[in-house]
């Protein structure tokens, strides 16, 4: 029997989730190969976790849920490796398995929301891809302490997911995906606070991609409730956190916050658009001035783009034609910068700049390159410039990957790599780190340790000043 149009389009939408899966786990497949490094995993987080020997009564449970571990309250975090420790024992490909999983359905979660959100098959595919192969997940993927990025960001797409299969529909219906999806959305609070972005992302998402009309009542009553949760979750653990997680002994001026928040979008945005030269550690010197291409040209153009997202966001919810048309790039927009501002300096913290902290708002910047891509006329064209993109992102986290196998390999690279972000270097990149004071190196390998740890004054993840022995 032939096979007509729509067949061969249910059967390409059937391989495309199968597609976005199958690349996900091979990039990331030879990461079971990679064992524990002295980099947290040596820690209460795995090795040290407290609940791992623990014999399976369910007591520790609400002991779990009690109390924060290392300095942080993450009890969903810390609980998740007691069931790889039930399955696995210590084995370390067991743990490395848990994140691959976890990746690989995160990749289908983002091609599911894409596709249910803006009913554009293409478009959430190509997205699902980009995010699948990015390598700038290397560090959420093969690092097994890791496992906060890809089990947050789990629960955090399905409660989005949730959310939306309740949006349009009957009150009772909407109700309890409403109510499913705050649950979600603590548990993954419970994971990594960092998720408490959802609500915002979800109300944009109605804005900008929702069924129309808006019921402004029920948008109002969601956001009151998501966000008095949230708020009611921080207060309840704050104290938990302060002096490991939240560090009150770091004081910046306030020219010395401004540069230092914009400096961080500078380099997140930099990451993203190119990532190599990866590494696992970033220091970034926090400087009392700008520097002029700072003033003139970033600041200026991160207000500009900050101001053509509100306008079109406005646009968009007053036209559904342009709601349509562009209203996923801009929902992108909002997803990246969102979900990068808990990760900026309003809050005082040990470290300022990683890859993993890049793992919720790299959905946005997928979606705004799938567009992009979609959007070449030539077909030819275009499918050459998917399959070049998800190539050289492939081929860059396949590469990456065996960084993180022991503690050798992982701080020889950092040793070679470490980028010293200057405000007056901003927009270039250093190559392999090489020292032009021989003492300087001397005084970062012998205090490597030290200086990871943060226990020499002046010296931590945020360096004012680096000086020779």
Not at 72 to 96: C, E, I, Q, R
Not at 123 to 139: D, Q, R, S, Y
Not at 200 to 221: D, Q
Not at 280 to 302: N, W
Request: glycine share 6%; hydrophobic share 50%.
């Amino acid at each position: 029997m032939p096979t007509t149009p729509n067949d061969a389009s249910r059967q390409s939408r059937d391989r495309a989730p199968f597609t976005v899966a199958l690349l996900s786990f091979l990039v990331y497949i030879h990461s079971l190969r990679n064992g524990f490094v002295n980099y947290d995993d040596i820690d209460e987080r795995i090795l040290k976790n407290p609940f791992i020997n623990t014999p399976w009564d369910w007591s520790f449970i609400p002991q779990a849920f009690s109390q924060a571990t290392a300095g942080y309250y993450d009890p969903v975090y810390v609980l998740s490796y007691v069931l790889d420790y039930k399955l696995w024992g210590m084995n370390p490909a067991g743990f490395h398995f848990g994140n691959l999983l976890l990746h690989t359905l995160n990749s289908l979660l983002v091609f599911h929301l894409v596709r249910t959100m803006t009913k554009r098959p293409n478009l959430a595919w190509v997205t699902g891809i980009l995010f699948a192969v990015h390598p700038v997940h290397v560090e959420s993927v093969a690092w097994a302490t890791s496992r906060k990025d890809t089990l947050s960001l789990f629960l955090a797409l399905l409660s989005m997911l949730v959310y939306w299969v309740g949006a349009g529909k009957g009150v009772r219906k909407y109700a309890v995906c409403a109510a499913g999806s705050i649950a979600l959305l603590m548990l993954g609070m419970m994971t990594k606070p960092t998720v408490a972005v959802v609500p915002g992302m979800i109300l944009f998402a109605e804005l900008l991609l929702g069924p129309r009309p808006f019921s402004w009542r029920r948008m109002v009553g969601f956001q009151s409730l998501a966000w008095g949760a949230v708020l009611v979750f921080v207060a309840a653990t704050y104290s938990m956190t302060v002096g490991i997680a939240v560090k009150e002994t770091i004081h910046f001026t306030p020219l010395q916050h401004i540069g230092l928040f914009f400096d961080l979008y500078a380099y997140f945005i930099k990451i993203i658009l190119f990532p190599v030269n990866l590494c696992a550690l970033y220091l970034i010197e926090v400087k009392d001035r700008f520097d002029p291409l700072t003033l003139v040209l970033f600041i200026p153009g991160l207000l500009f783009l900050v101001g053509w997202m509100l306008v079109e966001i406005k646009r968009c919810v007053v036209d559904a034609d342009r709601a349509r048309r562009y209203g996923p790039e801009v929902w992108g927009a909002v997803v990246f910068f969102a979900g990068l501002l808990p990760y900026t300096n309003i809050m005082p913290r040990t470290i300022y700049l990683a890859d993993r902290y890049l793992y919720l708002p790299s959905i946005g910047f997928c979606l705004i390159a799938a567009s992009i891509l979609l959007r070449i006329p030539v077909v030819r064209l275009r499918l050459a410039g998917i399959i070049m993109v998800v190539v050289l992102y492939g081929a860059l986290t396949v590469g990456r990957v065996p960084v993180w196998q022991n503690s050798v390999i992982l701080w020889s690279d950092v040793t070679k790599k470490r980028i010293w972000t200057q405000t007056a270097n901003m927009f270039s990149w250093r190559g392999p780190m090489v020292s032009r004071d021989s003492g300087e190196r001397r005084f970062w390998n012998t205090n490597r340790w030290a200086c990871l740890r943060n226990r020499i004054p002046g010296c931590g993840w945020t360096w004012r000043k680096l000086t020779s022995p």
